[in-house]
């Protein structure tokens, strides 16, 4: 994984409540661990900065615990600021990976009112394994920035320190 230019972007998208950090850090688990890792534990929490990982016994927790500088920093790579600063457990029964809903084509939009996503997003969401949730990603966020003004040149977003009303 390549690391976003701007570690904030993703701060500044995802960052503002802990369950949209949460939902960010879900979608960018598979990649930190792999898939067959994936399946067998199940992100409970963030709580402080505290990635909570649920896992089925003491041994898939030592796993964990000897690759937990990898993970970090392939977490930070994706959530940048919005990464969790350290990896906690709960062990207990993980559920089983549900199959994937077949992806549901969103309504597509007139040409002349789609947002153009700046080239830092778009390089950003490069991280994003699965196209159709990349896609989404790059939409939504395009039309945040849109709406919100990026207040930078490049698009990356809000500048330090300013506010931004929703």
């Known amino acids: 994984m390549d690391r976003p230019r701007d570690p904030d972007l993703a701060s500044r998208l995802f960052g503002a409540r802990p369950e949209h950090t949460l939902a960010l850090l879900r979608a960018a688990w598979p990649a930190a661990v792999g898939e067959d890792l994936a399946r067998r534990t199940e992100l409970a929490a963030l709580d402080r900065g505290i990635l909570r990982i649920k896992v089925p016994d003491a041994r898939w927790q030592r ?5 937990r500088g990898d993970i970090l920093s392939r977490l930070r790579s994706v959530a940048g600021n919005a990464a969790p600063r350290g990896l906690g457990f709960v062990t207990g029964t993980v559920a089983e990976p549900s199959e994937p809903a077949p992806p549901t084509q969103p309504p597509p939009a007139p ?3 789609a947002p153009v996503p700046p080239p830092a997003l778009v390089e950003a969401a490069g991280a994003i394994p699965d196209p159709d949730v990349r896609a989404l990603f790059l939409a939504s966020a395009s039309r945040y920035l849109e709406r919100f003004g990026s207040g930078q040149k490049d698009g990356a977003g809000p500048g330090p320190g300013s506010a931004v009303a929703g």
């Open 63 to 67: 796993i964990l615990l000897r690759m």
């Open 111 to 113: 040409a002349s009112s």
